[in-house]
């Protein structure tokens, strides 16, 4: 500590935080993307199994710009935050698994004229479809919270 | 020597690139257009301070394109990780004493 005696410990510190309060913060967005993400995919298993067919048609186009949204906003990213950085591709791995799931039953098994317990059904495969996204929302949540 | 203080790392214990380490300690990569507006300094106060940790072995710096955009990423070393974990055991020793058995 020869040629730096004014930075004292305390305030190094203190400037250790702010820095990271930064990074934080650029997490909380991270973990907004998550829910956005998770939102727009919920509502679209939600429109294209149990919504009218106009519905299902804005659906698919929301559905195509959130997706277009999102990877905007990926290369457009500054700084990865580390769990952030090994969340996204276990996420994003789940994801394509869950909404492939969906869309095969979408395809051979949910009727065109979903009666209620179809409409059950339709309710819970649109949260599975979507869970991996939610999951990743709260992990980014909880761990910019104890942060 | 027995002063906590006499064991800071030189290399980090100084302002601007205290802020790099601190923040590429809580990152996994970061884009040096990030770190210039958040620390406020000069590119090439910034391309300086990186440069005395990149020769120490604490930061890695890699450059690409995002479309036709060059970008310049920065990311802690294993060294420089461990080197930061360091630093900041030994404020914590002087600003709270040392651990009791």
Do not use: C
């Amino acid at each position: 500590m020869t040629d730096h005696d004014d930075l004292s410990a305390d305030a190094a510190l203190r400037e250790v935080d702010r820095a990271q309060e930064s990074v934080r913060k650029s997490s909380r967005r991270g973990a907004r993307f998550f829910l956005a993400m998770w939102l727009g995919s919920t509502g679209y298993w939600l429109a294209t199994l149990l919504g009218p067919e106009t519905v299902k048609n804005y659906a698919g186009l929301a559905i195509g710009a959130l997706v277009v949204a999102g990877g905007v906003y990926i290369v457009r990213q500054r700084v990865y935050d580390r769990l952030l950085y090994r969340l996204a591709f276990s996420v994003t791995w789940a994801f394509m698994g869950t909404t492939v799931v969906a869309a095969v039953y979408n395809m051979f098994l949910h009727p065109r004229d979903p009666g209620p317990l179809w409409g059950v059904a339709g309710v819970l495969v649109a949260l599975i479809a979507s869970a991996p996204l939610l999951y990743g929302a709260v992990r980014m949540f909880r761990s910019t919270g104890d942060r | 020597m027995s002063h906590p203080r006499h064991a800071l790392d030189e290399i980090i214990h100084a302002p601007v690139r205290l802020s790099i380490m601190a923040m590429l300690a809580a990152a996994e990569t970061v884009e040096f257009r990030f770190l210039r507006d958040t620390i406020e300094v000069s590119d090439s106060l910034l391309s300086k301070h990186i440069h005395t940790l990149e020769k120490a072995g604490y930061v890695r710096v890699e450059k690409g394109f995002v479309g036709k955009r060059p970008r310049t990423w920065l990311a802690l070393t294993d060294q420089g990780r461990s080197a930061f974990q360091d630093y900041t055991s030994i404020l914590r020793q002087i600003t709270e004493g040392p651990p009791r058995p």
